[in-house]
């Protein structure tokens, strides 16, 4: 059964801090991972990795995959009282088949 | 670009009622799907779309939930009859192939439903 583990479940930081977010995963076939941030109902999209594209950044935000060991990390330096929300991982596998969510990792940044 | 509609984006039943939500993916977006998220949890999915068709229905509780997608465009999905643990936001999804190979997830803003 295809499985996306995150650690760590919830996390306590200060303004300015840098934060290291976990996903590890088993799933047939492995096609892409994406990491989304949900700060109400509706999460947002914040990078896709594939085979094609390990490493991605944006801003004070950036992401790494590593297929081989089966697990992708996402940085968040120079926190903010903004980035407070849940973070979610979702890798998908073959085309078609659907995504399968890790439990998310729900961040607090305090001022 | 018009985001994935939703509606409604809040209903509270009592338990044994039914209730129906609607989704609109993005244009040309062939597939669908929705997502159950309880509290303090992932989505999790309930039914895949693709065009009409249903890909993947495994974890949809077919006593009491139904979902379709007659014309391969907008999509309902209810429940009849309610119980209280089916309290969650359930989320609509659409998707596109990425020039890269991979596929992008686009949300609806969500229906926070409560079953009282």
């Known amino acids: 059964e295809d499985k996306v583990v995150q650690s760590p479940l919830s996390l306590v930081v200060h303004e300015g801090d840098t934060v290291t977010l976990n996903c590890s995963y088993e799933?047939?076939?492995?096609?892409?991972l994406l990491w989304y941030k949900q700060e109400k109902k509706a999460p947002t999209f914040l990078f896709m990795l594939?085979?094609?594209?390990i490493e991605k950044k944006s801003g004070r935000l950036s992401s790494i995959l590593d297929k081989k060991e089966l697990f992708s990390i996402l940085n968040i330096t120079a926190t903010q009282t903004g980035d407070s929300a849940i973070y979610l991982c979702?890798?998908?596998?073959?085309?078609?088949?659907?995504?399968?969510f890790g439990p998310g990792t729900r961040l607090s940044v305090l001022p | 670009e018009a985001g994935v509609a939703q509606s409604p984006r809040y209903k509270i039943i009592e338990k044994r009622q039914s209730v129906a939500f609607w989704c609109n993916p993005i244009?040309?977006?062939?597939?669908l799907y929705w997502y159950q998220q309880i509290l303090g949890q992932g989505p999790k999915l309930l039914i895949q779309?693709?065009?009409?068709?249903?890909?993947?229905d495994s974890q949809l509780p077919k006593d009491r939930f139904s979902a379709e997608r007659l014309k391969g465009v907008d999509s309902t999905l209810k429940i009849q009859p309610a119980k209280l643990e089916d309290s969650a936001v359930y989320l609509c999804?659409?998707?596109?192939?990425?020039?890269?190979?991979?596929?992008?997830?686009?949300f609806g803003s969500g229906t926070q439903l409560s079953v009282l």
């Open positions: 999804a659409s998707s596109l192939v990425a020039q890269s190979g991979g596929e992008k997830l686009f």
């Open positions: 799933v047939t076939n492995f096609r892409s």
């Open positions: 594939t085979s094609s594209g």
């Open positions: 979702a890798v998908g596998g073959n085309y078609g088949q659907n995504f399968v």
């Open positions: 244009s040309g977006h062939a597939t």
């Open positions: 779309f693709q065009n009409n068709g249903v890909v993947d």
